[in-house]
C-alpha cells in the first residue's frame, strides 16, 4: 500500500501545480495508471476549477475495473507528504467509478483510506 503512494508521490513531484497532487490506480497488485493534476488549457475557468485534479486526469482516461483502488498523494514544496483527500468533486466521480477504495496521504507519517464500496 505504501509504495503506491510513494509512486503517487513521485508523480505528484512532476505536478507544475501550485498543489501538487499524483495519483495511481492499482488493481490486484498491477499498476493500472499514473498521473498528476494538470493545468486546464483555458484563461477562461475560475480558479477553483482551472485544474484537472490527478483523480480526475485518471478518471479520464480510464474506466476503471470494479474493485480497483485510486492512490493519492500530494508533496508541499519541502517535499513532504501532505493531506490529499479527495475534494468534493473528484469524490463525486469516483463515486460513479468502478473505484473501490481511495488511499489518500495525511501526513509523512499516515495516511486515510476512504471505502466507496460500501452500499
Ligand atoms: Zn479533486
Do not use: W
Not at 494538470?38 to 482551472?50: A, C, E, P, V
Not at 466521480?93 to 495525511?106: D, E, F, M
Amino acid at each position: 500500500m505504501v509504495s503506491y503512494l510513494n509512486l503517487a508521490a513521485k508523480e505528484a513531484r512532476r505536478s507544475h501545480c501550485r498543489f501538487r497532487v499524483g495519483a495511481v490506480l492499482a488493481k490486484g497488485g498491477r499498476v493500472l495508471l499514473s498521473g498528476r493534476n494538470k493545468f486546464r488549457n483555458s484563461s477562461t475557468l475560475d480558479y477553483r476549477i482551472g485544474t484537472f485534479h490527478a483523480e480526475e486526469v485518471l478518471l479520464r482516461r480510464v474506466r476503471p475495473p470494479d474493485r480497483s483502488i485510486m492512490y493519492v498523494a500530494r508533496v508541499n514544496v519541502q517535499g513532504d507528504l501532505v493531506m490529499s483527500r479527495p475534494c468534493d468533486r473528484c469524490m463525486e466521480g469516483l463515486l460513479k467509478s468502478g473505484v473501490a477504495r481511495v488511499v489518500y496521504t495525511i501526513n509523512n507519517d499516515r495516511f486515510g483510506v476512504l471505502d466507496l464500496s460500501t452500499p
